[in-house]
């Protein structure tokens, strides 16, 4: 049995992903309680949310004021102010022990019969629930980076959830205005099973010198209809994520995942990307 009535949505991790899932959730109405580890992170996030409702309320894409909207958001360092949502969605490192430490929090403070879900983009459902008790109603729903702007969910079925448990996953993000797909609980899923070696080959091709980082992505977004060439979206996603991706998909895959070397050394000289002001590209 999984709670139905959702009120109140939870949501652990107030960076890049955290902060778009509670600004889309505010946004359809839902209460959300924003949790992370440390205020500043969680005030990082409410700046994330402010600038992103400023942008939407310019373009005039909101039905309601951005300060009504930041109000349904209450921010907290404490992990018992999850305890009374309805529905939980984790946001925080792309690590299998602290997903499962937070999973182990999760069911000792929040209700028995309520959601638990993952925005993991490569770990595997069925093992951040492996120690629980109860693993049957926790689920993968994967938002894609900016959550406000970007339409899909994907739905990820750990091998204990139950139907009741995916069938609520696609409505809430439905309800969040979202359109989802249904993935099984393998590797990268469908998103980054395939995304991961296109943004490592675009990599590679830019180390051997196939043409310039520009050409790269423009020979991709007009050959192949995508908004975006692999650097620059690669940059967007955060090249410390691409490459913990790539890694988690190396070692459950094999050698056809392995990150590219200039991936690799990027995120050793701290150039993370966008979030950093430089990548394969620099950002003011
Ligand atoms: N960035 C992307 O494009 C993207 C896309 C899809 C999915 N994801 C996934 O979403 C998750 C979050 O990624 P992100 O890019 O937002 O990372 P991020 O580094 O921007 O944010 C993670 C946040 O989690 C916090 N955190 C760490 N441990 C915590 C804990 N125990 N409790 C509460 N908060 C904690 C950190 O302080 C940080 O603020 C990861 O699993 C990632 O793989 C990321």
Redesign the pocket.
Request: charged content about 20%.
């Given at each position: 049995m999984v709670r139905e009535q959702i009120d109140r949505i939870g949501v652990?991790?107030?960076?890049?992903?955290?902060?778009?899932i509670a600004q889309v959730a505010a946004t359809t109405g839902y209460d959300v309680v924003m949790?992370?580890?440390?205020s500043e992170?969680?005030e990082?996030?409410f700046d994330t949310i402010d600038d992103s409702l400023g942008r939407l309320d310019s373009r005039g894409d909101l039905a309601e004021e951005p300060a009504t909207i930041r109000d349904r958001i209450e921010g907290t360092?404490l992990?018992d102010d999850l305890g009374d949502c309805d529905l939980v969605i984790?946001?925080?490192?792309?690590?299998l022990e602290?997903?499962r430490?937070?999973f182990a929090?999760l069911e000792r403070v929040c209700d028995e019969d309520i959601l638990l879900a993952?925005?993991?983009?490569?770990?595997s459902i069925t093992s951040i629930a492996s120690d629980l008790e109860t693993p049957e109603r926790v689920i993968g729903l994967?938002?894609?980076?900016?959550?406000p702007i970007m339409e899909g969910v994907e739905v990820v079925v750990g091998e204990k959830t139950t139907e009741a448990a995916t069938d609520l996953a696609h409505h809430v993000a439905e309800d969040l205005g979202k359109t989802t797909w249904e993935a099984d609980d393998k590797p990268g899923f469908v998103?980054?099973r395939i995304l991961m070696p296109w943004i490592n080959e675009g990599i590679r091709a830019y180390d051997e010198g196939v043409a310039s980082k520009e050409d790269i992505d423009r020979g991709m977004e007009l050959g192949t209809n995508v908004p975006m060439g692999p650097l620059t979206l690669a940059d967007?996603?955060?090249l410390?994520?691409c490459l913990?991706?790539s890694e988690t998909l190396h070692e459950e895959l094999g050698d056809r995942y392995k990150p590219a070397y200039l991936l690799t050394r990027k995120v050793e000289a701290g150039d993370l990307g966008k979030?950093t002001g430089k990548g394969f590209y620099e950002y003011e």
């Open positions: 652990v991790g107030a960076g890049t992903m955290g902060s778009g949790r992370d580890i440390e992170f969680v990082n996030g360092t992990l984790e946001a925080a490192l792309e690590e602290v997903k430490e937070v929090d993952t925005n993991t983009s490569t770990l994967h938002f894609m980076n900016p959550v998103t980054n967007h996603i955060g410390d994520v913990h991706a979030k």
